[in-house]
């Protein structure tokens, strides 16, 4: 009940997806009550936190697992690339912008796959401006349309 409450009061999806927004996006707030709108009416179906906590118990589940077998994202990734059918593209798509996982650590990541697995074809594409949900805040699919078609 206290779930439910939270999210469907009037001020948490705009204030929430503000924090998370870049700049540009968290500015326009038309667009952004219209994000928070669309979030709000999937946090209002019937068993939406149950789902949630579900999502929530299984990240905890890989996040604790890592942390006990001591391998890092990168080394999962790169364990991916080199299996039996690897992956030969991996294309990571970052808000230039983004509070919660910053560009540089998308470099990173990026960087350390490229060490780890050479023959694969890893790309990255920082978008101008955006925060945590470039998917939602600006023209992606333009953007991207040369990667995209090479697919």
Known sequence: MLLRRLVLSTDF???GLGAT?????????????AYAARYARAAGA???ERGLLTFVAARAE?????????ESLEARLAHA???????D?????????????????????????RAAAPAADIELVAVAGAGHCPHEEGDVAGLLSGVISTI
């Open 89 to 113: 593209r991996v294309l990571i798509i970052n808000g230039a912008a983004d509070p919660i996982v910053p560009v540089a650590n998308a470099r990173r990541l990026a960087g350390n796959l």
């Open 13 to 15: 999806w705009p204030r």
């Open 21 to 33: 927004y870049g700049p540009e996006a968290r500015e326009n707030t038309a667009t952004l009550n």
């Open 81 to 87: 690339l080199a299996s039996d059918a690897p992956l």
């Open 62 to 70: 890989q996040v604790v697992g890592a942390a006990l077998s001591g």
């Open 46 to 48: 019937a068993g939406w």
